[in-house]
T-cell receptor, first 112, second 115 residues
């Protein structure tokens, strides 16, 4: 069975500081991995995805994530946080049957 | 190209009433997925449908919940005799349904409140 664990339900950073949101997955097959962002009272927007190929994936809004098979991780980073980055972030793994398995989410707060 | 449409965006029901949530997939998409987000939790898969077929309903509660995706018209998630525990955000996603991996595009969600 596939699963996703996001370490830390709340992360707070100062504006301009590094953002690191952690995601570990469990999968018996090569995983397809995703990060989504959800702004208050809105739907989910795809930030980036890893399917095959390069393990460092760049997404929108300056975010990137690195797939590390040996660590079963897919952590999301951004070098410099902006106030507009405050949102909920979800890591997900694609189940070969067609559905996405989500982590419980990490709420990112950005302090001025 | 319009995105995934969901309506209503907010729905208030009293206990025992029925809730009907609608989802219009993106143009050209024939696969629809429903997810539920309970307060303070991540999204949980409910059901996966193609036109006129339920592919996977392993996440659907056994009672009171049903889903359909008719040949014409939107996909409908129906909750009968709602209870307070049904209060949640319900998200629909669609995909084109081709290839090994199908990216899912999410709608804005319907927020159901049961009084």
């Amino acid at each position: 069975a596939q699963s996703v664990t996001q370490l830390g339900s709340h992360v707070s950073v100062s504006e301009g500081a590094l953002v690191l949101l952690r995601c570990n997955y469990s999968s018996s097959v090569p995983p397809y991995l995703f990060w989504y962002v959800q702004y208050p009272n809105q739907g989910l927007q795809l930030l980036l995805k890893y399917t095959t190929g390069a393990t460092l994936v760049k997404g929108i809004n300056g975010f990137e994530a690195e797939f590390k098979k040996s660590e079963t991780s897919f952590h999301l980073t951004k070098p410099s946080a902006h106030m507009s980055d405050a949102a909920e972030y979800f890591c997900a793994v694609y189940n070969q049957g067609g559905k996405l398995i989500f982590g419980q989410g990490t709420e990112l707060s950005v302090k001025p | 190209n319009a995105g995934v449409m969901q309506n209503p965006r907010h729905l208030v029901r009293r206990r025992g009433q029925e809730a009907r949530l609608r989802c219009s997939p993106m143009k050209g998409h024939s696969h629809v997925y429903w997810y539920r987000q309970l307060p303070e939790e991540g999204l949980k898969f409910m059901v996966y449908l193609q036109k006129e077929n339920i592919i996977d309903e392993s996440g659907m509660p056994k009672e009171r919940f049903s889903a359909e995706f008719p040949k014409e018209g939107p996909s409908i998630l129906r909750i009968q005799q709602v209870v307070r525990g049904d209060s949640a955000a319900y998200f629909c996603a669609s995909s084109p349904g081709t290839g090994l991996y199908n990216e899912q595009f999410f709608g804005p969600g319907t927020r159901l409140t049961v009084l």
